[in-house]
């Protein structure tokens, strides 16, 4: 039996049977370990420099700016050019940015104005990067693959995120930072050239309109559609005040626990060990990627991380990131497959980058707060914070769709 026939029999990874998606995904893996090391690297640096949490929270504000302007940028990209060369241009010019910022580290002449105009850099073209990769799903899966496409890629996403903090943490205990942001750099070239082998006739390409692409024609779209409404509700609040794990667990584990980078790159891999178990679990969950069920998620999301804010020692903290991590990803995971399969082929670049638009838009906002509560009050307060929110809009949302009947089940 051939390996294509053995995989037809396994419904929940049934969207490798393609060949366009088996060539990509282990270099996915490998490209977004390197993005998960960076990460780590970045805000271990921002801390070796300037000793802030301020200061952490604006880097990562400058870092997901772009998002605001960008994504809905690379949304009407994405519906009208070819989207792998789209992602050849924006992942060059990623590791581009993750290349440059390595070698200042190893060359010993990094400042902090360069970790924030490179994280400028990078946000654009992640920000570009992001509906188009999102939406070229459709292409390398067939309509039907599409949904499990998605989780599968969620699972990949936190393969990168269970192994690449880990390993950022060991080489910055005994190189420095430095290393993680080059070995990023090099992930980003076997993704293109991975991209390269692509077969384009493989793809399920639309014909691209010749009729200009307007945004307004998406925002009237999404007008007349309550339950995306609700969805991108759901995701701007998750996201903003949820997903701040790289400050919470950086400020944790120097400020509250006092420990080092060893430590604090094993609290990505336990918060990834839970987001892997949610994509694994979202894979056999299809039915449930229905709005009252995501506001339900988002609601438990934001009691998880209410009960992560009083952990009293780092064993504890430690146990209880897997949870927030499998509760983060059944709700984005069933949020982004909702807003893709629902929302008509012709307008799905413009409506996700929307969709990242918000999910991604209200860290610029979210990070700096966060960092000033945390420098003022502390860093449980502001988690405890954090959570209170995303619960009680969670919470909120759910009842609401349990009084309504028009917004799809």
């Not at 009237?220 to 559609?225: A, H, K, M, V």
């Amino acid at each position: 039996m051939t390996v294509k026939a053995r995989l037809k029999k396994v419904e929940s990874i049934r969207a490798l049977r393609h060949r366009n998606f088996r060539i990509l995904y282990p270099a996915s893996v490998l490209s977004n370990t390197g993005t998960w090391a960076q990460r780590i690297a970045q805000d271990w640096l921002v801390l070796q420099l300037t000793h802030s949490p301020l200061a952490l929270g604006i880097v990562t504000a400058l870092q997901f700016a772009p998002t605001l302007v960008f994504s809905t940028v690379g949304g009407i990209l994405a519906d009208r050019f070819d989207k792998r060369l789209l992602l050849l241009v924006s992942n060059a010019a990623s590791g581009l940015m993750a290349l440059i910022l390595g070698l200042l580290v190893v060359n010993g002449s990094v400042e902090i104005w360069h970790v924030y105009l490179l994280a400028v850099g990078l946000g654009i073209f992640s920000a570009i990067d992001a509906p188009v990769r999102q939406t070229f799903n459709s292409e390398l899966v067939p309509s039907g693959d599409v949904p499990n496409a998605i989780t599968l890629n969620s699972i990949n996403f936190n393969i990168g995120r269970l192994i690449g903090p880990g390993v950022s943490g060991i080489l910055i205990a005994a190189f420095g930072t430095g290393p993680s942001f080059l070995i990023n750099a090099a992930s980003y070239l076997v993704f293109l050239v991975a991209l390269l082998f692509v077969r384009k006739e493989e793809l399920n390409q639309e014909a691209k309109s010749k009729v200009k692409v307007k945004l307004k024609a998406s925002i009237e779209y999404l007008g007349s559609r309550k339950d995306l409404q609700v969805i991108i509700l759901i995701v701007f609040v998750a996201a903003t005040f949820g997903m701040n794990y790289q400050i919470f667990n950086a400020l944790m584990a120097t400020q509250a626990f006092h420990l080092g980078p060893t430590e604090f790159g094993g609290l990505g891999t336990f918060l990834a060990i839970g987001s892997l178990t949610g994509a694994t679990l979202s894979s056999r969950l299809e039915r449930f990627r229905i709005p009252k069920y995501i506001a339900l998620s988002a609601a438990m999301f934001g009691v998880s991380q209410i009960a992560l804010s009083f952990s009293p020692t780092f064993g504890i903290y430690s146990i209880l990131l897997p949870l927030g991590g499998l509760m983060a990803m059944l709700t984005f995971i069933a949020a982004n497959t909702y807003t893709q399969t629902t929302t008509a082929p012709e307008m799905r670049g413009r409506v996700i980058g929307i969709y990242m638009m918000v999910m991604m838009g209200g860290t610029p906002l979210g990070s700096p707060l966060i960092g000033w509560v945390s420098e003022v009050f502390g860093i449980r307060i502001a988690i405890l914070g954090c959570g209170l929110i995303t619960a009680l809009v969670g919470a909120g949302v759910l009842l609401l769709l349990s009084k309504t009947r028009n917004v799809h089940k």
